[in-house]
């Protein structure tokens, strides 16, 4: 059931990894009560039921061990896929920076481009008005 959790599977109840170890873990707990029940019944079994009892002791130490595994499966993929977001957001401000640093030289560019033109004809304006009182004198001499 770990393994296959782990890969992706599905469990028959349609509950995913999570339930897939629920229900293995669930599995090992009552063999543990059954063995613990017949022992309190004063069943005895001699060696074979020590061996039980080790036998269901390790398959608890490996529920477990497999549900702390998909549990920290779980938690790296949570953890990548955060990484993933984290960076898309700082690449969104970094952008936005960028493009408000665009648009305020865009804005500077135009507005010096509009303060050159108007200079431009304001001197345009004083060299013709000297240039007319220039040839209005030389026309009154002549």
């Known amino acids: 059931a770990g393994v296959r959790a782990v890969e992706g599977g599905v469990g028959a109840r349609g509950e995913g990894a999570a339930g897939d170890a629920a229900h293995a873990e669930q599995g090992h707990l009552d063999g543990v009560r059954q063995v613990v029940d017949g022992r309190r019944r004063g069943e005895a079994g001699g060696a074979a039921d020590g061996a039980d009892i080790e036998k269901v002791a390790r398959r608890v130490r490996m ?14 993929e949570e953890s990548a896929d955060l990484r993933r977001k984290m960076a898309k957001v700082v690449k969104r401000m970094m952008n936005r920076q960028m493009s408000g640093a665009f648009d305020g030289w865009a804005t500077v560019t135009e507005e010096m481009k ?19 009182g220039a040839f209005d004198k030389w026309y009154a001499v002549t």
């Not at 529920?63 to 790296?76: M, Q």
């Not at 509009?114 to 007319?132: C, D, F, G, N, T």
């Open 63 to 76: 529920g477990c061990i497999i549900g702390a595994f998909e549990r920290w499966y779980e938690f790296a």
């Open 114 to 132: 509009v303060q050159r033109h108007k200079v431009r004809m304001i001197l345009s304006r004083m060299q013709k008005r000297a240039l007319a």
